[in-house]
């Protein structure tokens, strides 16, 4: 009779009322033996039972864990890989318990994730790879068995899921590429720097296509940027082999085909995708020999504020350290015309500031009289001297060095543009203003030691009553400042 009453107990235990009762009678406990039978109808109605009675209760699942359920699901799944009813069952209960915690640490001492691959693999429709999905889901959370799973070739699995769906526009189809995206991001989430397992993971999925397929146009837009995003930023000390291994190309294939539709989502996540990948020295180097900063400016037509702000972080990126990548973009009449047109996007501060940034990154990074005379040709200079008087100290730094490596470079050709703009009367203000920060005002007396070697500079300085200024800082609490106000006194009075 044990068959028939475990069938009666999985039909009663569909009603939420009697759930308790059953617990109450310690059925759960009286059910897990059975799941050791050899007799299909038994396993399929004892796990129905278990399962319904489980559901949604921690307490009683932690229980079952504890009693060595696991152990039973993994070799019924083992046993029965080709009953539909059973594994069925089977993934519905290790998608209730997977995930707790101690049932991760049980199943990681199984074969589970081999099982879970081979289902996966089998899997016909699509409400069966949603149940696959959502337990592997569960289970790459735990670092032994995402281990486990790559060894069992999942990669390979997915990538032929991602080959197989790429393309369709169907909403089933759709949701199946999600999750395995998701999937793939869980895969590499945790992966720290150095850390020998999460390179395997992410260079098994890179090899099988897995990523390529995802970072791949059609892929892509199924699967969304925010995963797209995930990957390249969860990988961490793994930048320099992604590039290594080509991942550059293929971003930037997939922003020459988006460029033209203006697909902001696309380009926005590529160029996510790029500056974080442009952040190690040694990536800057074989981006720029690969032509990265030269094939992204065909963005600069955009009009769209995301993908404008995206892109001039990316240059500026590629620019650090780089003196020659700063003097072929300090040099583009194109880049230099566009920036500062975004120099004047009242609407959007973000632009406005990003791209004042390129600029000042431009100069503080190459320093030749063309770069200087290219950004002053380009009336860019105007906007440096207006980002000294930013709200933001940092930003304010920024400008006022930028400004003085331009002054000390070539004076003479920018002269006229210091006048236009009043960068005395502006440098004056932050030395009088109490709320300037004492690093600002120490680069702004810097800079006017450069700026007193033009006559017609130095006579603005004294007209505007700097020097009293300057006297009143001798006193202030900052040493720093006090040691700068005390030299610029004497290159102003000619003693140095």
């Known amino acids: ?49 278990i399962g319904r009675i489980c559901y949604d209760n921690r307490d009683l699942q932690e229980e079952l864990v504890k009693v060595g359920v696991i152990t039973s699901l993994v070799r019924i799944l083992t046993d029965y890989a080709e009953s539909e009813p059973l594994v069925h069952v089977d993934l519905l209960a290790l998608c209730n318990l997977a995930d707790l915690d101690t049932a991760k640490e049980a199943l990681s001492k199984t074969k589970v994730a081999e099982q879970l691959v081979k289902q996966l693999r089998r899997a016909e429709n699509h409400e069966r790879l949603e149940l696959v999905f959502e337990v592997l889901q569960a289970l790459a959370e735990n670092d032994a068995l995402k281990v486990q799973l790559v060894e069992a070739g999942v990669q390979e699995v997915l990538s032929e899921i991602l080959l197989r769906l790429q393309g369709s526009s169907q909403a089933e189809d759709t949701c199946i590429l999600k999750a395995a995206s998701d999937l793939i991001v869980s895969l590499l989430l945790g992966g720290k720097k150095g850390n020998t397992d999460g390179q395997l993971i992410l260079l098994a999925l890179y090899k099988c296509h897995t990523i390529r397929l995802l970072i791949s146009e059609s892929g892509f837009l199924k699967t969304g940027k925010k995963n797209l995003g995930l990957i390249l930023l969860m990988i961490n000390g793994n930048y320099v082999r992604m590039v290594q291994l080509g991942v550059i190309h293929q971003l930037l294939d997939l922003l020459d085909k988006h460029v033209e539709s203006g697909d902001v989502s696309v380009q926005h996540a590529a160029l996510s995708a790029l500056r974080n990948l442009a952040i190690p020295v040694v990536n800057k180097v074989q981006m720029l020999e690969e032509g990265v900063a030269e094939r992204i400016q065909a963005l600069l037509r955009s009009e769209m504020p995301p993908v404008q702000f995206k892109l001039l972080g990316t240059l500026r990126m590629l620019a650090a350290g780089q003196a020659d990548a700063a003097e ?16 004047n996007a009242n609407d959007h501060t973000s632009v406005r500031g990003e791209a004042n940034r390129l600029l000042v990154s431009i100069l503080h990074h190459n320093r030749s009289q063309e770069v200087v005379k290219a950004i002053q040709e ?50 004056h203000k932050l030395l009088q203003d109490d709320k300037t920060s004492p690093e600002v005002k120490y680069n702004s007396m810097g800079l006017l030691c450069s700026l007193l070697n033009s006559g017609d500079l ?39």
């Open 378 to 427: 380009a009336q860019g200079v105007k906007h440096l001297v207006s980002m000294t008087t930013s709200e933001h100290a940092a930003m304010q730094n920024e400008a006022l060095n930028a400004l003085a490596i331009a002054s000390a470079i070539n004076l003479e050709t920018l002269e006229e543009s210091f006048k236009e703009s009043q960068l005395v009367q502006s440098l």
């Open 1 to 49: 009779c044990a068959v028939k009453a475990a069938q009666v107990l999985s039909e009663i235990a569909k009603n939420e009322e009697m759930k308790t009762p059953c617990i109450e009678a310690d059925l759960v406990l009286a059910l897990v033996p059975l799941l050791e039978s050899t007799d299909q109808e038994m396993l399929l109605h004892a796990g129905r039972a």
């Open 328 to 343: 072929i973009l300090g040099q583009d009449p194109m880049l230099l015309n566009r920036l500062v047109q975004w120099c």
């Open 458 to 496: 130095r006579q603005e300085i004294e007209e505007d009553k700097i020097k009293e200024t300057l006297e009143q800082l001798c006193s202030h609490s900052n040493a720093n400042v006090v040691k700068e106000a005390v030299t610029t006194l004497q290159v102003l009075r000619g003693e140095t």
